[in-house]
């Protein structure tokens, strides 16, 4: 699985949610009433269950502007096919570990920690978008294949740095499925729309386990949201995510 790791993330997010929302149609001042004060007037006899019944009304009527206030920013570690993926999600602002000035002789070929290798490399059949098909040739023979060429290019790039040549541009010989380090720092929103849209079925399996780790910091930090999202995928998908 992907390594996802919460660094930062908004003081009571769900509750600044339903502040904002809650602003928009609130005749005092929300900086100035407790919380359970702004929320009167929701339906639910609890202020869980008026939270709850906001966040569900907000999210089934497409009302995202109000979960864009609330931030976090998250550690992960994925392949540089990956980064080339989750990088389009251009709401989300990125610092990405540098092949130019970190040096990366120390990468174990064998390791998944440090080179991603192929989902399907064990498999003798894919599903992709374009059907069922089958894969050629014995699985040794392939695994025999990725462990020799990621073997080659780590030795070629040792060998280039070894003789002078800049790493950035040795880091040219390196396999996409080198992994690097990243932070992104996004709004719930933004990690919502990750979640939908690279969480689905169809998505790489990278990227779907990069998505299933937002999804845990969400659940953990924002439980009311992901339970109501969990219960409603469907028709809250169909309001308009992307910004």
Same mark, same amino acid.
């Given at each position: 699985m992907v390594d996802v790791r919460l660094l930062a993330m908004t003081d009571d997010p769900e509750e600044l949610v339903c502040r904002c929302a809650r602003n928009d149609y609130y005749d005092g001042k929300i900086p100035d009433d407790d919380f359970p004060t702004v929320m009167n007037g929701v339906g639910g006899d609890t202020v869980d269950e008026k939270?709850?019944?906001l966040v569900k009304k907000l999210m089934l &009527?497409?009302?995202w502007g109000v979960f864009e206030h609330p931030q976090m920013t998250l550690w992960f570690r994925v392949s540089r096919s990956c980064m080339a993926q989750i990088t389009r999600h251009r709401h989300v602002s990125f610092d990405i570990q540098s092949m130019r000035y970190v040096d990366f002789s120390e990468v174990d070929p064998t390791? #998944? !920690?440090d080179i991603k290798r192929p989902?399907?490399?064990d498999q003798e059949k894919v599903s992709t978008r374009e059907g069922t098909r089958a894969i050629e040739g014995p699985v #040794? !023979? &392939?695994?025999e294949l990725i462990? !020799?060429?990621y073997e080659r290019c780590v030795e070629a790039y040792?060998?280039?740095v070894d003789a002078g040549m800049p790493k950035e541009d040795a880091r040219m010989l390196l396999p996409i499925g080198t992994k690097v380090n990243i932070t992104a720092s996004m709004n719930v929103r933004a990690a919502l729309h990750i979640?939908?849209?690279r969480g689905a079925g169809d998505a790489q399996a990278e990227i779907q386990e990069l998505a299933d780790g937002v999804r845990d910091v969400l659940e953990e930090h924002m439980p009311t949201t992901m339970r109501i999202w969990n219960e409603n995928q469907k028709a809250i998908e169909r309001q308009r995510l992307s910004p």
């Open positions: 939270q709850a019944t &009527r497409g009302h390791s #998944e !920690e989902r399907t490399w #040794e !023979e &392939r695994r462990d !020799e060429t040792n060998q280039l979640i939908s849209m």
